[in-house]
């Protein structure tokens, strides 16, 4: 089975970096992904790792390392509009992904 | 970009009638497209996995007489909540992917179904 986890809650200043970690513990790994939610609307897509390393992409970069399962998502000069629910999802066998069950990014003036 | 349609947005409907949201795929052909449950601050939880042409592979505890899936063609597939209760209530969210996008999985922009 599949196993994730990430912090519910993280509250950050406008300006700020922000870290949020996850750790997966899966039966297959073919690839993890971050996705930023708003209320009400469904989830888009921010990030995707397979390999260990550091991918980035303008005010966000994520990480992993397969041999820990962790990976976190990095914001830079956080915005107001980054107040947003952040998911965490590994893809394992048949192409099917786990999400954890995201954390809630406050942003602060 | 990958594009996938969801309708309707929002839904009201009675107990015991059926309901059908539908999720396309606009600008690509997606081979397997996944249905997704979500209760308020909670995360997606997957339903089934639907390939084209076949019969739709449901998760444990997923009903699949009460949560029909129909994947006709590469472009669209169809999730039907039949005879539905108020517990039913929740956000129905499609995402599609195709074999040709190592992470593409594009989401529909939901459905809330409210059930009176």
């Known amino acids: 089975g599949q196993n994730i986890d990430q912090p519910t809650e993280m509250t950050a200043t406008e300006g700020a970096i922000v870290q949020i970690n996850c750790t997966y513990q899966t039966s297959g790994f073919n690839g993890l992904f971050w996705y930023q939610q708003h209320a009400g609307e469904a989830p888009t897509f921010l990030s995707y790792?397979?390999?260990?390393g550091l991918e980035e992409k303008g005010r966000f970069s994520s990480f992993l390392s397969r041999s820990k399962g962790y990976s976190y998502l990095l914001l830079k000069e956080l915005q107001m509009k980054d107040s947003a629910s952040y998911l965490c999802?590994?893809?394992?066998?048949?192409?099917?992904?786990?999400f954890g069950d995201g954390t809630t990014l406050t942003v602060k003036p | 970009g990958a594009v996938v349609s969801q309708h309707p947005s929002r839904v009201i409907c009675k107990s015991g009638t059926s309901v059908k949201i539908e999720c396309r795929s606009l600008?690509?052909?997606?081979?397997?497209m996944f249905w997704y449950r979500q209760f308020p601050k909670k995360s997606l939880m997957l339903m089934a996995t639907?390939?084209?042409?076949?019969?739709?592979?449901?998760e444990q505890g997923v009903e699949k007489d009460k949560f029909l899936i129909n994947h006709a063609s590469l472009t669209l597939s169809t999730l039907t909540v039949t005879s539905a209760h108020p517990e039913d209530s929740s956000f129905y969210i499609c995402s599609a992917t195709d074999r040709d996008r190592p992470y593409g999985y594009t989401f529909g922009s939901g459905t809330r179904l409210t059930v009176v």
């Open positions: 600008d690509f052909q997606a081979t397997t």
């Open positions: 639907s390939n084209e042409g076949s019969k739709a592979t449901y």
């Open positions: 999802a590994v893809r394992g066998n048949a192409g099917k992904s786990t």
């Open positions: 790792n397979v390999l260990d």
